[in-house]
């Protein structure tokens, strides 16, 4: 009898259309997508192998692999922390998931496990721009909390230019709190992917702007080469998917003048780009590794 997987996410949009049609391809016959605003989380002492999804009871499946990444919000959580206590193993676990999504948290573990990573603060408008420039510096970073696929992130090149952009954001998102990080300027515009499955790295990936920016991510438009995977490009990324206790990641570094500072890790990294310019299976060892781990 075939194991039981599902792939657990939001939506089945364009941006992550590919990686869903990739890993229900390697993962084949028992593997299903479940977006989980279709689950209804019922709480009982009762019935405790089964959950509703659509409305209908279905059995629990036998391991469940969370794609919600930085997108993860308290209803996703709440279905993988529930179907968790339920007996159901997850790869990456909701603790690590939400970690991540988290991108204070996850800064100040990344910090604290002595692994470089850019200078960073957490802020509320309205911030004094000198106390930024003193502790940071400019040109800075700005990224709103809810950013993904590069969107809501800003480079901010003066006292005044922040003090512009932190009023723009605090119009359209009242409250919300930013975060300032070092512009790490040794090669602007390009950054390099490590993936990372169970205990090894499929390999790397240089990414680089095309319009001038300083992101260079490729649902932006940005150029996928292969690089050399090199032995500091894996310390860093193992360590930091292990100090975030993630089993499944994609880690991102930005070169700093001879080495690389940990921008971020994401737990259900996107990997069109990836499998193409690297020609490596990231789909299949996803599968492999989930099925393994039953």
Not at 9 to 24: A, C, D, F, G, P
Request: glycine letters at 8%; hydrophobic letters at 40%; one cysteine or more.
């Amino acid at each position: 009898m075939s194991k039981k997987i599902w792939i657990v996410q939001k939506h089945n949009l364009s941006s992550v259309r590919y990686e869903t049609e990739r890993l229900l391809e390697e993962g084949g016959k028992g593997t299903h997508l479940i977006l989980y605003n279709t689950v209804d989380l019922i709480i009982s002492r009762e019935d405790r192998k089964s959950i509703r999804v659509r409305g209908q009871t279905v059995s629990l499946p036998d391991i469940v692999l969370p794609r919600t990444g930085s997108g993860t919000r308290h209803f996703g959580a709440s279905v993988l922390r529930h179907l968790e206590r339920l007996g159901v193993k997850t790869v990456n676990k909701s603790d690590a998931v939400e970690t991540v999504a988290d991108k204070v948290y996850a800064h100040q573990i990344i910090s604290q496990a002595d692994i470089p990573n850019p200078k960073t603060m957490l802020v509320k408008h309205p911030v004094d721009p000198v106390l930024v420039e003193k502790q940071i510096g400019f040109p800075c970073i700005v990224k709103v909390l809810s950013g993904s696929y590069g969107k809501g992130i800003y480079q901010s090149n003066n006292k005044q230019s922040f003090k512009d952009l932190l009023e723009f954001i605090h119009n359209i998102k009242p409250d919300e709190p930013i975060l300032v990080q070092e512009f790490v300027n040794s090669r602007p515009g390009v950054d390099v992917r490590v993936i990372v499955v169970g205990d090894r790295c499929l390999g790397a990936m240089q990414r680089i702007a095309t319009d001038g920016s300083f992101k260079a991510n490729i649902t932006r438009g940005g150029v996928a080469e292969n690089v050399q995977l090199t032995p500091r490009m894996e310390e860093l990324a193992l360590k930091t998917a292990k100090v975030l206790d993630l089993e499944i990641a994609g880690v991102d570094l930005l070169y700093d003048n001879g080495d690389f500072k940990v921008c971020e890790a994401n737990s259900a990294p996107g990997f069109k780009g990836f499998e193409k310019a690297t020609g490596v299976n990231v789909a299949k060892a996803i599968m492999q590794y989930t099925r393994q781990q039953i």
